[in-house]
């Protein structure tokens, strides 16, 4: 079993619509040990697979998709978008979006962020999307990237969750990375992400970002690397697990998990 940080729901327009369940995992739950204890979700981390898997199943259950149906990001610090359309692994990319209701979208982080987000159509249909976005994700624009998919495949209005992410206090950075933020970021997003001296505060510049694009979100957990009890910190501890943000489309309200 996963204790979430929180889970929720992304209500659909209409009872009879389809709506977007989502929730955000820390450290708690699971059965991983050590130094990816409990609630591990990577396997790239040097976790036992046999942990991963169990973590991953207790995943599923928590928003009612079978584990092979998810769809567990790969993510490579870019700001490419990659469109699911079925089970099975999705090709590497910092943006999962789908249509198809029962995949279950992740994305993992220990620092960076992660994002959800729902996009209703004009018929009012929903769509959703994950994204995990670091420093390298915010100067690519893999949100806006993200926003601007979906909006071609019909979406009109947007929610978001964001987990949680290292502050800006806690992830000085040199000078050179500053200023590619400074450089690359739209200067009302850099100017929050550059809020603390020195430290890059990815998810200030994604929240100036949704608040400028008029996206209603709502943010989930704090500092990674001040909640050693709560959340894996890779600037924190190095050798750790991955937190996750998972969102499942569902054919109704009435089928919550
Ligand atoms: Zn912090």
Redesign the pocket.
């Known amino acids: 079993m996963i204790l979430p940080l929180a889970s929720g729901v992304f209500p659909s327009l209409a009872p009879s619509d389809r709506s977007a369940f989502w929730a955000v995992t820390g450290r708690l739950g699971g059965v991983s040990a050590g130094a990816f204890s409990s609630a591990n979700l990577a396997d790239h981390v040097g976790d036992q697979s046999v942990h991963v898997d169990s973590n991953r199943a207790a995943l599923a259950a928590l928003v009612g998709v079978e584990q092979p149906n998810l769809v567990v990001m790969t993510p490579v610090h870019g700001g490419d978008v990659a469109v699911v359309r079925s089970t099975g692994v999705a090709q590497p990319a910092d943006s999962l979006v789908t249509e198809e209701v029962g995949i279950g979208l992740v994305a993992l982080g220990a620092d960076c962020a992660t994002i959800g987000l729902c996009g209703y159509r004009e018929d009012r249909q929903p769509m959703i999307a994950v994204v995990h976005c670091g420093w390298k994700g915010l100067c690519a624009d893999v949100l806006g990237n993200t926003v601007k998919t979906m909006s071609e495949l019909g979406a009109a209005t947007f929610r978001a969750i964001l987990g949680p992410a290292?502050?800006?206090?806690?992830?000085p950075v040199p000078e050179d990375r500053l200023q590619q933020v400074r450089d690359r970021c739209r200067s009302d997003v850099a100017a929050a992400a550059l809020g603390s001296a020195g430290g890059i505060d990815v998810r200030a510049g994604l929240e100036v970002w949704l608040t400028e694009c008029e996206i209603p979100f709502e943010s989930v957990g704090?500092?990674?690397?001040?909640s050693s009890r709560e959340l894996f910190s890779y600037r924190r501890d190095g050798r750790t697990g991955r937190q996750g943000l998972v969102l499942v489309l569902k054919e109704s309200t009435n089928a919550a998990p």
Not at 222 to 226: A, I, K, R, V
């Open positions: 290292i502050c800006g206090n806690c992830y704090g500092c990674t690397s001040e």
